[in-house]
């Protein structure tokens, strides 16, 4: 799936309680996009694809950090940055397998090739999650996903008076939720 999908995925997640801080939203929608910072090595790869010594770092490295162990690491994090330390935690053990859960649904490429999730490496290859009815991930159902994503998000911000957007700047969430809210008058 895209970076927008696993992100209103792990916004979502967050807004699983309403007692979270700003805070711990953020550090649960990052669990849920955390994953894929693997993507950083595409525009290494691309400068140096017509090079002599190419560096595959996303090619050779995509879905490497889709483990258990680098979820653990995350929920680590989450736990010492967060400020509800335990729900923070298991609320980014959750957006990080629904990341890993979207990727075996939905992020097939082009040429049909499946990106294999390694998810007990280091430690054993044993389980390389795919799954054979894995769609593309320009397919129908990932648009279909992301706008049911955007629905609940925006029914969020007209029912709780913030959305992701508050993620990074307050002035820009409110003039949204108040755009919203004048758009909508009644319940959405």
């Not at 859960?101 to 999730?117: C, K, S, T």
């Not at 629905?151 to 508050?166: D, H």
Request: hydrophobic fraction near 50%; include cysteine; charge should be positive.
């Amino acid at each position: 799936m895209n970076l927008i999908t696993h992100a209103l995925v792990g916004w979502t997640a967050a807004n699983f309680s309403k007692t979270l801080s700003k805070r711990d939203m953020f550090i649960i929608t990052c669990a849920g996009v955390i994953p894929d910072i693997d993507g950083l090595g595409a525009p290494v790869e691309i400068l140096t694809r017509d090079s002599s010594n190419p560096l595959l770092w996303w090619t050779e490295y995509h879905h490497g950090l889709h483990t258990l162990l680098f979820c653990a690491v995350v929920c680590a994090a989450a736990s010492f940055f967060g400020r509800r330390k335990l729900l923070t935690a298991c609320l980014a053990a959750i957006s990080f397998h629904l990341h890993i859960l979207g990727d075996i649904l939905g992020a097939r490429g082009p040429d049909g090739y499946q990106w294999p999730i390694p998810y007990l490496r280091p430690f054993s290859e044993a389980w390389q999650l795919t799954w054979e009815g894995q769609w593309k991930l320009n397919a129908w159902p990932n648009i279909a996903i992301t706008m049911i994503l955007l629905a609940i998000a925006f029914r969020l911000a007209w029912l709780r008076g913030y959305s992701p957007v508050g993620l990074f700047s307050e002035k820009a969430d409110t003039v949204f939720v108040e755009t919203i809210r004048k758009r909508f008058p009644g319940k959405i």
